[in-house]
Every structure is written in C-alpha cells, then in structure tokens.
C-alpha cells in the first residue's frame, strides 16, 4: 500500500543519491572514461560513413564491427563503475584486466544489438508497407519487444560484473529481474534518458555514459539486498522489502552530504 510505495520511492532516492555522489567522488575517471566512449562512438559513427556511398557492403561492416567494440569497451568501462559503486578506487591499471576478463561476453551483448538494430531496419519498412491488420500486429510486437529488451537489457552489464559469466544465464536473469521489478526497471530507464539527455549540454564528457553504467551497477547492487532478504526470511512479504535496515551501511557510507553543502560548504 502506501506505505510500501513510501519505502520503494525511498529507496530510489537513495539511489540517485548514491550515484550523484560516487560520480562526483569519481569525476576525473568518469570523465576519463566518457572521453574514451566519444571516440568509440564517433568510430561507429563516422567509420561507416566514408563507405556509404562508394561500398555500401563494406559500410555495413564496419558499422557492425564498430558497434562490437564499442560494447567490448563499455563491457571494461563498467567494471570499473562497478569498483566505484563497491566504493573501491577505479584504476586505470584494471581497464585492460577488466577487458581481457569481459570482451566475450561484451562482444555477444553488441552482436545482439547489431543484430536487433539489423532486424528492426528491415522489418518495420516491410510490415509497414502491408497497410494491414498482420503488418500493424507485427510493428506493435517488435515495438513492444524492443521496449521490454531496452530496458531488462540495462541489466546484462552489472550482471556480468556480479553474478555470472555465462551469457545465457545473463540474459534470462535480465528478464527475471526485469519482470520482478518492472516499475523499478522502467523507473531505470528513465533515469538513464535523463542521464544522457544531462550530458548533451557537456557533449557527453560528464554525466555521460560512464554514470550510466554507474547507474545501473549502483542499482544492481542495491535491489540485490532484496534478494538476499528473502532468502534467508522465506515467508517475507515481497512488497514490504524494508528497505530502511538493508540500506543504513551504504547510507552511512555516502554519509549526510547534501547538493547545497557540496556547493556552498559554508552554509552547512
């Protein structure tokens, strides 16, 4: 009831608590690695483009190859939020382990989305140009699809920097997750759209994509405590997770700061 939803909308406030401050702890890796995804990104972006005209085929190549990497690189990128979210210093050192130790399953996770982005290019003009009930039926199933695989999909990384290495055990435990937090899961999201749409007025370089993976390792890490809970309290309540006593560590950890001390430390 109500007092539930006090409980669940307190803990998502401490969420975004905990991520503003572990990104502002943080600010010269995160931007550092924002820096490196920009380059990656133009790559994908610009790559493509010289063959467009002259060889289309070779177009589409590099444009997947691209998008490959860019993965392999956000795959390494969010290990290392993940050390922040743990409240562990985020070396640079531990990039190229984390990259040896993810770029396989990184690698698949970006297939995947060449491959939807692929699928989604050629079936919406085709079942767009029926003009009929079967076309309009398919459009609103891959809508609806690509929806539900964006956000559970914000899982795969924290996941894989968590709990498991084997790719198909990821993706179902994205559903799991998703469909078991679903107001949670979208409520990520949209945290994640404000994130990005944030930094386009810093062209990317702070939030960016690194407090993104930050975001999403931060929330992990937290809704993981509400697995734990009922695992070792079987006949809890699900919907009264009490969130106030799994959270008083990190809460003590990020301390009483506010957004006003930080900036006017005089007025506190």
């Keep these: 009831g109500a007092i539930s939803n006090k409980i669940g909308a307190a803990m998502i406030l401490f969420l975004i608590k905990k991520t503003f401050f572990d990104m502002w702890d943080n600010m010269f890796q995160i931007a550092i690695v924002n820096l490196g995804f920009i380059l990656m990104l133009s790559l994908s972006v610009f790559g493509p483009a010289l063959f467009a005209e002259t060889i289309p085929a070779l177009s589409a190549v590099v444009f997947a190859a691209s998008g490959i990497l860019l993965y392999v690189y956000l795959g390494a990128a969010s290990m290392l939020t993940r050390d922040i979210a743990d409240y562990r210093r985020a070396g640079f050192r531990e990039f190229f382990t984390y990259l040896k130790e993810t770029w396989k399953t990184s690698a698949v996770f970006g297939v995947i989305a060449v491959l939807h982005i692929l699928v989604l290019s050629i079936a919406i003009p085709v079942y767009g140009s029926m003009g009929n009930i079967f076309g309009l039926a398919a459009l609103v199933f891959l809508l609806w699809g690509s929806l539900i695989w964006a956000v559970a999909s914000q899982y795969y990384f924290p996941l894989r920097d968590r709990l498991d290495r084997k790719i198909r055990k990821i993706v179902k ?45 931060v929330a992990l890490k937290l809704r993981l405590y509400k697995y734990d809970y009922l695992e070792q309290n079987p006949g809890a309540n699900r919907r009264r997770i009490p969130w106030d006593a799994l959270l008083v560590d990190d809460r003590e950890r990020v301390g009483k700061r506010t957004l006003k001390g930080m900036i006017f430390p005089w007025k506190e």
């Design 173 to 217: 435990k994205c559903f799991i997750l998703f469909f078991d937090n679903t107001f949670f899961s979208i409520t990520l999201a949209i945290g994640s759209l404000a994130i990005l749409v944030l930094s386009a007025f810093t062209a990317f370089l702070l939030p960016g994509i690194a407090t993104v993976l930050l975001w999403w390792n």
